[in-house]
């Protein structure tokens, strides 16, 4: 079945550091979301990506999608004390296996 | 609108009780979604519905797990007899749309869960 890999499994930065945690798909996939969990918190949609190579921008954080729709990746600058939480990204297939498969997430602490 | 709802926020119990969780999807939205998370294995989609049918249970651990949808507004994940190593936080998500269809991006929206604990 589709498998959906994230690293970082961790990762702890200084105030003002930039982030990046990435995103690697087994199968081809027809779009990924990303969302953000703060602690003790839910899931919260961020944004979803579709096309290939395609690259979206948030504030300070920036989405990629790789040329090939088999990976993803979402880079934070200069990251903030609220940037504190978990980030997952969400694949789905393409064809028949439309199901949506989270990763494992990125758990990001950031030091003030 | 106030979100997906779920109860109980937390629950206690004892292994061999039968725990049951609900949920209130938003209304309007097609699909429901069943997610547990733990430590070890992240999120997990355990099953989801389409118009009150449940499409996809393959995620459900084993016999001891049940889920319903009597109709749109209401859905339950029943556990019986519950075990500790069911101990987990339970989603309940919804969705418009699932499949993408006019630019809708299918985002799924989470309750803020229910953490069990089995002892």
């Known amino acids: 079945g589709q498998q959906v890999m994230q690293i970082p499994q961790y990762q702890h930065v200084q105030e003002g550091e930039d982030f990046t945690t990435y995103c690697n798909s087994s199968?081809?996939?027809?779009?990924i979301q990303w969302y953000k969990q703060r602690p003790g918190g839910h899931p919260v949609f961020l944004i979803q990506?579709?096309?290939?190579?395609e690259v979206k921008k948030q504030k300070r954080l920036t989405f990629q999608f790789g040329e090939a729709k088999k990976n993803s990746s979402l880079h934070i600058t200069a990251t903030q004390t609220t940037d504190v939480g978990t980030y997952f990204c969400?694949?789905?297939?393409?064809?028949?296996?439309?199901?949506?498969?989270f990763g494992s997430g990125t758990q990001l602490t950031v030091l003030p | 609108d106030a979100g997906v709802i779920q109860s109980p926020r937390h629950e206690v119990t004892e292994m061999g009780q039968e725990v049951t969780l609900r949920c209130k999807p938003i209304?309007?939205?097609?699909?429901l979604f069943w997610y547990r998370q733990t430590m070890m294995r992240g999120l997990e989609l355990l099953i989801y519905?389409?118009?009150?049918?449940?499409?996809?249970d393959s995620g459900m651990p084993e016999d001891r797990f049940s889920a319903k949808m009597p109709n749109a507004s209401f859905s339950t994940l029943k556990i019986q007899p519950s075990e500790p190593r069911d101990s987990a936080v339970y989603f309940c998500?919804?969705?418009?749309?699932?499949?993408?269809?006019?630019?809708?991006?299918?985002?799924?929206?989470f309750g803020e869960g229910s953490r069990l604990t089995v002892l």
């Open positions: 998500a919804s969705s418009p749309h699932w499949v993408l269809r006019g630019g809708n991006t299918g985002e799924l929206f």
């Open positions: 199968t081809t996939l027809s779009n």
């Open positions: 990506l579709v096309k290939s190579g």
């Open positions: 969400a694949g789905r297939g393409s064809g028949s296996a439309r199901q949506l498969t």
């Open positions: 209304s309007g939205h097609d699909y």
């Open positions: 519905f389409n118009n009150n049918v449940p499409i996809d």
